[in-house]
C-alpha cells in the first residue's frame, strides 16, 4: 500500500514541473501584449526623464532585448532560484514575496478551515433533517452567502461591524505602533482577522455544506449502509463509521479544486482590508507594471497550489486505496 502510495506521489510530482514551466511562459507572454513597460511605469510616477537616461533604464531592465532572450534569462534564473529585481520596491522579489506570505497564507488556511468546518457540521444537520425547517433554513442562508459576491460581504461587514457597532477593526494586519510579541502579537493578529476570513470563507461554507448534504444523502442508500441497519447499528455508528468516510471524498477534492480560486479571491478580500498580502502585492504589481515581482507571485502561488493539491492527492488514496491502483 505505502509502495503503491509513494509511486503516486512521484507521478504527480513529476507532472507538476511542465505545468509549472507552462503556466509561467504563458504568463510572461500575455504580459508581452498589455500597453507599457516598466520602465513607462516608472517615468510616470517621476514625471519623466531624459531619452538617454530612458535608454539606460530600458538596458538595465533588458527591456531592449527580444521577448524570447528575456524569457529564456528568466526561466534561467527560476533554474538557480533568482526571481530577480523588483523595479518599484528596488530589491529582491523573493524578499519581498517573503515579507507578504504570512498574511496571505494565515488568511488562506483560516477562511479554509472555517469554510470546511462549519460547512461540513450544516452539511450534516441539513442532511440529518431533510426537507424538514432545519434543512429548508440551511439552504436557504447557503443560498444567499454563495449568491452575494464576496465585496459586498466585505463592505457591510466594514460598515456594521466596524463603524456602526465598533466591534472589529475595519482594516490592517495588527496594530500599529504597539510593539507586541508572543501571545499577545496572536491574538491582535486574530482580533484583526475575523472580519476578513469570515467574508472570504462564507462563500466556500456555503459550497461545502451543499456537497456534505448531497454526499450524506447519496451514501446513504448505498446497500453497505442498508446492511449496517440490519445488524442494528445506532444511526450515530452507521453515520461515523459507515457514511462519512465516503461522503468526505467529494469535500477533499473540492478543497484542492479551490486552492487557487481561494487564492484568487484574497486579492480582493486584501484590497478591502488593506492586507500586505500576495494577493494585494499581485495588484499592485500589474497596475505599476512590475513585471519580475507579478512573476514571482505567479510562481509562488502556482508552488502553493500545486503543494495544497498534492496534499489532498495522498489524502484522497489514503481514503480510496483504488485510486492508487491498489
Known amino acids: 500500500m505505502m509502495t503503491h502510495i509513494l509511486a503516486l506521489a512521484l507521478r504527480r510530482l513529476l507532472t507538476t514541473i511542465p505545468a509549472l514551466v507552462i503556466i509561467l511562459i504563458a504568463l510572461f507572454l500575455l504580459l508581452q ?17 531624459e531619452s538617454s537616461v530612458i535608454d539606460e533604464m530600458r538596458h538595465h531592465y533588458e527591456l531592449d532585448q527580444s521577448t524570447s532572450s528575456r524569457l529564456i534569462n528568466y526561466l534561467w534564473r527560476l533554474v538557480h532560484l533568482d526571481l ?7 530589491k529582491p522579489v523573493s524578499h519581498i514575496i517573503l515579507e507578504r506570505l504570512p498574511a ?40 444567499i452567502f454563495y449568491s ?55 462563500v466556500y461554507l456555503a459550497i461545502y455544506l451543499r456537497i456534505m448534504r448531497a454526499s450524506l ?48 479571491g484574497s486579492v480582493v478580500i486584501e484590497t478591502i482590508f488593506a492586507i500586505p498580502g500576495l494577493g494585494r502585492l499581485a495588484y499592485d504589481s500589474v497596475v505599476q507594471r512590475d513585471l519580475n515581482t507579478l512573476l514571482g507571485v505567479v510562481f509562488v ?24 491502483g491498489h
Not at 84 to 90: D, E, L, R, V
Not at 164 to 182: H, Q
Not at 303 to 324: E, G
Open 301 to 324: 502561488s502556482a508552488i502553493l497550489v500545486i503543494i495544497i493539491n498534492f496534499i489532498v492527492d495522498m489524502l484522497y488514496a489514503k481514503l480510496d486505496p483504488r485510486i492508487t
Open 84 to 90: 530577480g529585481q523588483s523595479a518599484i520596491y528596488n
Open 217 to 264: 444523502l447519496e451514501v446513504s442508500t448505498l446497500d453497505f449502509v442498508k446492511t449496517a441497519k440490519a445488524k442494528g447499528l445506532s444511526s450515530r455508528q452507521i453515520l461515523v463509521n459507515h457514511i462519512l468516510r465516503n461522503a468526505m471524498l467529494p469535500m477533499i477534492t473540492l478543497i484542492g479544486l479551490q486552492a487557487g480560486t481561494m487564492l484568487g
Open 33 to 49: 501584449l498589455a500597453p507599457g513597460d516598466t520602465v513607462d511605469a516608472l517615468l510616470a510616477q517621476i514625471g519623466g526623464a
Open 148 to 202: 452575494t459576491p464576496s465585496f459586498w460581504l466585505a463592505l457591510m461587514g466594514i460598515v456594521f461591524f466596524s463603524i456602526y457597532l465598533n466591534w472589529l477593526p475595519p482594516s490592517g494586519f495588527g496594530s500599529i505602533g504597539e510593539s507586541l510579541t508572543g501571545i499577545s502579537a496572536f491574538f491582535d493578529i486574530a482580533w484583526y482577522l475575523i472580519l476578513p476570513t469570515t467574508t472570504l470563507a462564507l
Open 104 to 143: 496571505t497564507l494565515l488568511l488562506m488556511v483560516c477562511a479554509m478551515l472555517l469554510a470546511f468546518t462549519f460547512g461540513t457540521i450544516l452539511g450534516i444537520l441539513s442532511a440529518q433533517k431533510v426537507n424538514r425547517w432545519p434543512d429548508t433554513l440551511i439552504s436557504v442562508l447557503g443560498l
